[in-house]
C-alpha cells in the first residue's frame, strides 16, 4: 500500500514537498513514479526515480523546478516542487509496481498506486 501525503494550498512561486511511504511491502527494487491529474485532465507523467535513486526522469512542464528522490531504508519517496505555478494545480499520485523495472512514463504499466494528494497554487 502506497501513502501519499504532503499536498496542500500554496501560492504561485511557493513550494511543497510530497512524500509516498509505502507499506506491507517494499518498492525498493521498483522504480517509482509521480503523476498528476487535473480536473478534466487525463493523469500525467511528472517525474520518476530508478530503483536504485541513480536515474531521475521528468516531465518538460516540471523539469528544473521539481526534484524525486527516495530513501529505502525509509520505504519513501519524496518530491519536492518549488517554483509551483497555478497549472500544477492537480492530485498528485505517487505509483510503482514489479513491472517498473525502468521508469516509465505510462500509467498503466504502474501496478500500486498511492490515494493522492491534492496540490492546489493560487495565483
Known amino acids: 500500500q502506497l501513502q501519499a501525503s504532503g499536498g496542500g494550498l500554496v501560492q504561485a512561486g511557493g513550494s511543497l514537498r510530497l512524500s509516498c511511504a509505502a507499506s506491507?511491502?517494499?518498492?525498493?527494487?521498483?522504480?517509482v513514479g509521480w503523476f498528476r491529474q487535473g480536473p478534466g485532465k487525463e493523469r500525467q507523467f511528472v517525474a520518476g526515480?530508478?530503483?536504485?535513486?541513480?536515474?531521475?526522469y521528468y516531465a518538460d512542464s516540471v523539469r528544473g523546478r521539481f526534484t524525486i528522490s527516495r530513501d529505502n531504508a525509509k520505504n519513501t519517496v519524496y518530491l519536492e516542487m518549488n517554483s509551483l505555478k497555478p497549472e500544477d494545480t492537480a492530485v498528485y499520485y505517487c505509483?510503482?509496481?514489479?513491472?517498473?523495472?525502468?521508469?516509465?512514463?505510462?500509467?498503466?504499466?504502474?501496478?500500486?498506486w498511492g490515494q493522492g494528494t491534492q496540490v492546489t497554487v493560487s495565483s
Open positions: 505509483a510503482t509496481g514489479p513491472r517498473v523495472v525502468v521508469v516509465t512514463t505510462t500509467p498503466h504499466q504502474y501496478e500500486y
Open positions: 506491507g511491502r517494499t518498492f525498493s527494487s521498483y522504480a
Open positions: 526515480i530508478s530503483w536504485g535513486g541513480g536515474s531521475t
